[in-house]
């Protein structure tokens, strides 16, 4: 258990629709990073934030928003879905406030799109 | 578009066998570090290694670092089938982390 706790585990929503994914990271740790990983492919880094505040953009689409709040959680809000949005949605976190160290990952929210 | 790609694409061995795995990256890396995805899991961190390491052990895992030519290797002795994943590169790059495309393993019994 990586200490990383994400929610749901699995969505099945339609085209069009509007869906948030949430992260709960390690106790201590002040990073948060989202990542995206499509059927089989590697993860393609979406954003990441640090205590609060985004420190880094990735392949981010418009479409796409993310947040970390005081408590330090993390959500991840994807809307007007496609059905290339389909995939496995990851939270990583770490203590630093850059890339530093090691990252744990939740699970993943497995996200399918019809 | 990804920082590290790793070759190769997928590795098919039997028990018993060393599997290496490359990884190449494009800019300047505070650290390099490999994980580990079990289908559909979650990665787990495997071993770090610094910009200023060429060679790093941690039980049966062997990692290089090859700055000069921005490339990394993985060497797992002695495979298990419980080894079967995909592993992947990361490159601390100062300021997040880039994964490779990943590494499938597969050690047959």
């Known amino acids: 258990d990586s200490g990383v706790t994400q929610t749901p585990k699995h969505l099945i929503t339609a085209t069009g629709q509007r869906v948030t994914l949430r992260c709960s990271p390690r106790s201590g740790d002040l990073s948060v990073y989202w990542y995206q990983q499509s059927l089989d492919q590697g993860l393609q880094f979406l954003i990441q934030?640090?205590?609060?505040?985004?420190?880094a953009k990735g392949n981010i689409l418009e479409r796409f928003s993310a947040q970390q709040f005081p408590d330090l959680h993390s959500e991840l809000n994807l809307s007007s879905l496609e059905l290339g949005d389909s995939a496995l949605y990851f939270c990583a976190t770490g203590p630093g406030q850059g890339a530093t160290g090691e990252l744990f990952f939740g699970e993943g929210s497995r996200l399918t799109v019809l | 578009s990804q920082q590290g790609e790793e070759d190769p694409q997928a590795l098919s061995i039997q028990e018993g066998e060393n599997a290496t795995m490359n990884c190449s990256y494009k800019?300047?890396?505070?650290?390099l570090q490999w994980y580990r995805q079990n289908s559909g899991r979650g990665l787990v961190h495997l071993i770090l290694?610094?910009?200023?390491?060429r060679e790093k052990h941690s039980g049966r895992l062997r990692v290089t670092l090859d700055t000069s030519k921005k490339s990394s290797s993985l060497l797992i002795t002695a495979s298990r089938a419980a080894d079967t994943a995909s592993y992947f590169c990361a490159t601390d790059t100062y300021s997040t982390f880039i994964f490779g495309s990943g590494t499938r393993l597969s050690v047959k019994p």
């Open positions: 934030y640090y205590n609060g505040e985004e420190r």
């Open positions: 290694i610094r910009s200023n390491e």
């Open positions: 800019t300047s890396i505070n650290n």
